[in-house]
Protein backbone atom coordinates (compact mmCIF):
# COMPACT_ATOMS: atom_id res chain seq x y z
CA UNK A 1 0.00 0.00 0.00
CA UNK A 2 1.19 3.41 -0.94
CA UNK A 3 1.17 5.32 2.61
CA UNK A 4 -0.09 8.69 0.55
CA UNK A 5 -2.27 7.66 -2.23
CA UNK A 6 -3.93 4.60 -0.50
CA UNK A 7 -4.79 6.33 2.83
CA UNK A 8 -8.39 7.12 1.33
CA UNK A 9 -9.84 5.10 -1.03
CA UNK A 10 -13.22 6.27 -2.41
CA UNK A 11 -15.19 5.77 -5.73
CA UNK A 12 -17.21 8.93 -5.20
CA UNK A 13 -14.95 10.95 -7.02
CA UNK A 14 -11.27 10.90 -9.30
CA UNK A 15 -9.24 14.40 -9.46
CA UNK A 16 -6.43 16.07 -10.73
CA UNK A 17 -5.86 19.51 -11.80
CA UNK A 18 -7.83 20.91 -14.91
CA UNK A 19 -10.68 17.60 -14.15
CA UNK A 20 -12.75 16.43 -11.95
CA UNK A 21 -15.30 13.17 -11.88
CA UNK A 22 -17.60 12.34 -10.05
CA UNK A 23 -18.53 8.64 -9.98
CA UNK A 24 -16.97 8.22 -12.84
CA UNK A 25 -18.57 11.33 -14.57
CA UNK A 26 -17.11 14.66 -15.69
CA UNK A 27 -18.46 17.20 -13.59
CA UNK A 28 -18.75 19.79 -16.75
CA UNK A 29 -21.35 17.34 -17.69
CA UNK A 30 -23.50 16.21 -14.69
CA UNK A 31 -23.71 20.84 -14.38
CA UNK A 32 -27.28 21.92 -15.62
CA UNK A 33 -27.97 18.04 -16.19
CA UNK A 34 -28.46 17.01 -12.41
CA UNK A 35 -31.18 18.62 -10.24
CA UNK A 36 -29.52 18.79 -6.51
CA UNK A 37 -32.05 16.09 -5.01
CA UNK A 38 -30.25 13.98 -8.03
CA UNK A 39 -27.23 14.56 -7.55
CA UNK A 40 -27.64 13.81 -3.92
CA UNK A 41 -28.98 10.60 -4.64
CA UNK A 42 -26.22 9.95 -7.47
CA UNK A 43 -23.64 10.66 -4.67
CA UNK A 44 -24.52 8.55 -2.41
CA UNK A 45 -25.80 5.60 -3.90
CA UNK A 46 -23.88 6.07 -7.35
CA UNK A 47 -26.63 5.40 -9.92
CA UNK A 48 -29.44 7.92 -11.09
CA UNK A 49 -32.89 7.45 -9.87
CA UNK A 50 -35.47 7.40 -12.62
CA UNK A 51 -37.81 10.57 -13.28
CA UNK A 52 -40.68 9.03 -10.68
CA UNK A 53 -37.98 7.86 -8.13
CA UNK A 54 -36.39 11.30 -8.30
CA UNK A 55 -39.43 13.34 -7.80
CA UNK A 56 -40.67 11.20 -4.94
CA UNK A 57 -37.42 11.84 -3.40
CA UNK A 58 -37.38 15.35 -3.80
CA UNK A 59 -40.80 15.62 -2.17
CA UNK A 60 -39.62 14.01 0.89
CA UNK A 61 -36.83 16.25 1.16
CA UNK A 62 -38.83 19.62 0.36
CA UNK A 63 -41.35 18.12 3.37
CA UNK A 64 -38.76 18.16 6.21
CA UNK A 65 -36.71 21.70 5.45
CA UNK A 66 -38.15 23.66 8.43
CA UNK A 67 -40.38 23.26 11.79
CA UNK A 68 -40.15 26.65 13.36
CA UNK A 69 -38.14 28.18 16.01
CA UNK A 70 -39.47 25.84 18.51
CA UNK A 71 -37.44 23.09 17.07
CA UNK A 72 -34.44 23.08 19.11
CA UNK A 73 -32.14 22.83 16.29
CA UNK A 74 -33.93 25.82 14.39
CA UNK A 75 -33.55 27.78 17.95
CA UNK A 76 -30.02 27.14 18.00
CA UNK A 77 -29.25 28.53 14.99
CA UNK A 78 -30.56 31.32 15.66
CA UNK A 79 -29.25 31.86 19.13
CA UNK A 80 -25.73 31.41 17.35
CA UNK A 81 -25.95 33.87 15.24
CA UNK A 82 -26.77 36.05 17.97
CA UNK A 83 -23.83 35.31 19.83
CA UNK A 84 -21.85 36.37 16.88
CA UNK A 85 -20.96 33.16 15.17
CA UNK A 86 -21.03 32.82 11.06
CA UNK A 87 -23.46 31.19 9.00
CA UNK A 88 -21.50 28.26 8.87
CA UNK A 89 -20.45 27.88 12.85
CA UNK A 90 -24.77 28.44 13.28
CA UNK A 91 -25.74 25.53 10.88
CA UNK A 92 -23.03 23.24 12.31
CA UNK A 93 -24.62 24.07 16.06
CA UNK A 94 -27.81 23.11 14.51
CA UNK A 95 -27.27 19.67 12.43
CA UNK A 96 -25.19 18.96 15.74
CA UNK A 97 -28.65 19.18 17.69
CA UNK A 98 -30.37 16.51 15.68
CA UNK A 99 -29.85 13.51 17.89
CA UNK A 100 -31.91 10.16 18.73
CA UNK A 101 -34.73 12.31 20.21
CA UNK A 102 -35.28 15.64 18.30
CA UNK A 103 -33.75 14.45 14.37
CA UNK A 104 -33.76 10.71 14.73
CA UNK A 105 -37.24 9.53 14.47
CA UNK A 106 -36.56 8.92 10.84
CA UNK A 107 -33.65 6.42 11.05
CA UNK A 108 -36.11 4.67 13.74
CA UNK A 109 -38.96 4.63 11.65
CA UNK A 110 -37.66 3.09 8.59
CA UNK A 111 -35.75 0.67 11.47
CA UNK A 112 -39.61 0.02 12.52
CA UNK A 113 -41.09 -0.59 9.19
CA UNK A 114 -38.21 -3.44 8.05
CA UNK A 115 -39.11 -4.93 11.61
CA UNK A 116 -42.49 -5.54 10.78
CA UNK A 117 -41.71 -6.62 7.14
CA UNK A 118 -39.72 -9.28 8.69
CA UNK A 119 -42.23 -9.95 11.40
CA UNK A 120 -44.03 -12.69 10.92
CA UNK A 121 -47.53 -12.13 13.21
CA UNK A 122 -48.35 -8.67 11.17
CA UNK A 123 -48.29 -5.20 12.43
CA UNK A 124 -49.84 -5.86 15.36
CA UNK A 125 -47.52 -8.38 17.02
CA UNK A 126 -44.53 -6.62 15.74
CA UNK A 127 -45.84 -3.33 17.03
CA UNK A 128 -45.77 -4.74 20.38
CA UNK A 129 -42.60 -6.39 20.20
CA UNK A 130 -41.25 -3.23 19.02
CA UNK A 131 -42.76 -1.31 22.05
CA UNK A 132 -41.15 -4.05 24.29
CA UNK A 133 -37.74 -3.61 22.98
CA UNK A 134 -37.23 0.13 22.80
CA UNK A 135 -39.79 1.78 24.74
CA UNK A 136 -43.32 2.91 24.66
CA UNK A 137 -42.93 5.69 21.62
CA UNK A 138 -43.38 4.81 18.35
CA UNK A 139 -40.85 6.96 16.07
CA UNK A 140 -43.32 8.24 12.84
CA UNK A 141 -46.48 8.61 14.66
CA UNK A 142 -48.76 11.01 16.17
CA UNK A 143 -47.20 14.55 16.78
CA UNK A 144 -47.37 16.63 20.40
CA UNK A 145 -47.97 20.12 18.03
CA UNK A 146 -50.04 18.69 15.20
CA UNK A 147 -53.41 17.45 15.63
CA UNK A 148 -55.25 15.67 14.77
CA UNK A 149 -53.00 15.57 11.45
CA UNK A 150 -49.69 16.64 10.72
CA UNK A 151 -50.76 18.15 7.07
CA UNK A 152 -47.13 16.57 5.49
CA UNK A 153 -48.07 13.08 5.94
CA UNK A 154 -51.15 12.80 3.87
CA UNK A 155 -49.51 14.38 1.20
CA UNK A 156 -46.38 12.75 1.37
CA UNK A 157 -48.41 9.39 1.17
CA UNK A 158 -50.65 10.66 -1.62
CA UNK A 159 -47.77 11.14 -3.88
CA UNK A 160 -46.02 7.76 -2.50
CA UNK A 161 -49.29 6.01 -3.67
CA UNK A 162 -48.67 8.16 -7.42
CA UNK A 163 -45.11 7.14 -7.44
CA UNK A 164 -45.66 3.23 -7.30
CA UNK A 165 -48.48 3.69 -10.25
CA UNK A 166 -45.26 5.59 -11.96
CA UNK A 167 -43.39 2.45 -11.14
CA UNK A 168 -40.80 4.02 -9.32
CA UNK A 169 -41.33 1.94 -6.00
CA UNK A 170 -43.39 -1.26 -4.91
CA UNK A 171 -45.69 0.43 -2.15
CA UNK A 172 -44.97 -2.24 0.32
CA UNK A 173 -44.06 -0.17 3.05
CA UNK A 174 -46.82 2.34 2.74
CA UNK A 175 -48.51 -0.86 3.29
CA UNK A 176 -46.63 -1.95 6.20
CA UNK A 177 -47.28 1.95 7.52
CA UNK A 178 -51.00 2.12 7.45
CA UNK A 179 -51.05 -1.18 8.69
CA UNK A 180 -48.92 -0.08 12.23
CA UNK A 181 -51.51 3.18 11.62
CA UNK A 182 -54.44 1.28 12.09
CA UNK A 183 -52.97 -1.02 14.36
CA UNK A 184 -51.87 1.58 16.71
CA UNK A 185 -55.84 3.14 16.99
CA UNK A 186 -56.76 -0.15 17.96
CA UNK A 187 -54.52 0.14 20.55
CA UNK A 188 -54.85 3.24 21.44
CA UNK A 189 -58.65 3.88 21.27
CA UNK A 190 -57.95 6.87 19.31
CA UNK A 191 -56.31 7.74 15.91
CA UNK A 192 -52.11 8.30 16.18
CA UNK A 193 -52.04 9.45 12.47
CA UNK A 194 -48.86 9.50 10.79
CA UNK A 195 -46.22 12.10 11.55
CA UNK A 196 -43.01 13.76 8.87
CA UNK A 197 -41.07 11.41 10.25
CA UNK A 198 -43.10 8.01 9.40
CA UNK A 199 -44.03 9.34 6.05
CA UNK A 200 -40.43 10.21 4.90
CA UNK A 201 -39.42 7.50 6.05
CA UNK A 202 -41.75 5.47 4.42
CA UNK A 203 -40.41 7.22 0.94
CA UNK A 204 -36.74 6.70 2.14
CA UNK A 205 -37.43 2.46 2.46
CA UNK A 206 -39.46 2.28 -0.46
CA UNK A 207 -36.70 3.97 -2.44
CA UNK A 208 -33.88 1.81 -1.02
CA UNK A 209 -32.22 3.99 1.46
CA UNK A 210 -30.57 1.97 4.53
CA UNK A 211 -32.02 3.55 7.55
CA UNK A 212 -29.16 5.78 8.80
CA UNK A 213 -29.25 7.92 5.44
CA UNK A 214 -32.61 8.81 6.66
CA UNK A 215 -31.12 10.93 9.33
CA UNK A 216 -28.46 11.99 6.81
CA UNK A 217 -30.92 13.07 4.56
CA UNK A 218 -33.58 14.46 7.33
CA UNK A 219 -30.05 16.71 8.17
CA UNK A 220 -29.55 17.74 4.68
CA UNK A 221 -33.23 18.68 4.73
CA UNK A 222 -33.54 20.97 7.61
CA UNK A 223 -29.93 22.47 6.98
CA UNK A 224 -32.33 24.32 4.38
CA UNK A 225 -34.29 25.71 6.95
CA UNK A 226 -31.27 26.22 9.65
CA UNK A 227 -29.78 28.52 6.84
CA UNK A 228 -32.77 30.72 6.41
CA UNK A 229 -33.69 30.93 9.82
CA UNK A 230 -29.70 31.80 10.52
CA UNK A 231 -29.57 34.37 7.72
CA UNK A 232 -32.92 36.09 8.57
CA UNK A 233 -31.67 36.47 12.26
CA UNK A 234 -28.63 37.73 11.49
CA UNK A 235 -30.66 40.51 9.40
CA UNK A 236 -32.77 40.85 12.38
CA UNK A 237 -29.83 41.45 14.53
CA UNK A 238 -29.54 40.93 17.75
CA UNK A 239 -26.78 40.28 20.85
CA UNK A 240 -26.88 37.26 23.00
CA UNK A 241 -30.22 36.02 22.83
CA UNK A 242 -31.23 33.16 25.11
CA UNK A 243 -34.05 30.19 25.09
CA UNK A 244 -36.01 32.90 26.40
CA UNK A 245 -36.89 36.73 26.97
CA UNK A 246 -34.16 37.75 29.77
CA UNK A 247 -37.30 38.80 31.96
CA UNK A 248 -38.65 35.25 32.24
CA UNK A 249 -36.68 33.11 34.70
CA UNK A 250 -36.32 29.71 34.83
CA UNK A 251 -37.48 27.61 38.75
CA UNK A 252 -34.91 27.41 40.98
CA UNK A 253 -35.30 24.11 43.02
CA UNK A 254 -32.07 24.13 45.05
CA UNK A 255 -31.55 24.68 48.64
CA UNK A 256 -32.91 28.68 49.64
CA UNK A 257 -30.41 31.16 50.31
CA UNK A 258 -30.13 32.23 54.36
CA UNK A 259 -30.62 35.77 55.32
Known amino acids: MSDVSDWWRTSIIDMEPGRIALR ?3 IEGLIGNLSFAEMIWFLVRGDRPSPAQ ?28 TCGLPLNNAMASAVNMLGDVHGGAGEQAVELYHFARSHAGGAGAAMGD ?34 VDRGAC ?5 EIASDIEAELARHKGKPVPMNIDGATAVIYAELGFEPPLARGLFCLSRSVGILAHAWEQKQ ?3 RNKGPTPPTYRWTYDGVSSEE
Do not use: C, N
Request: positive net charge.
Open 24 to 26: GEP
Open 54 to 81: ADLFEAALVAAVDHGPQAPSIATARMAV
Open 130 to 163: WIDRHGKILPGFGHRFHTPVDPRAPRLMDLVSKA
Open 170 to 174: HGHFR
Open 236 to 238: QGG
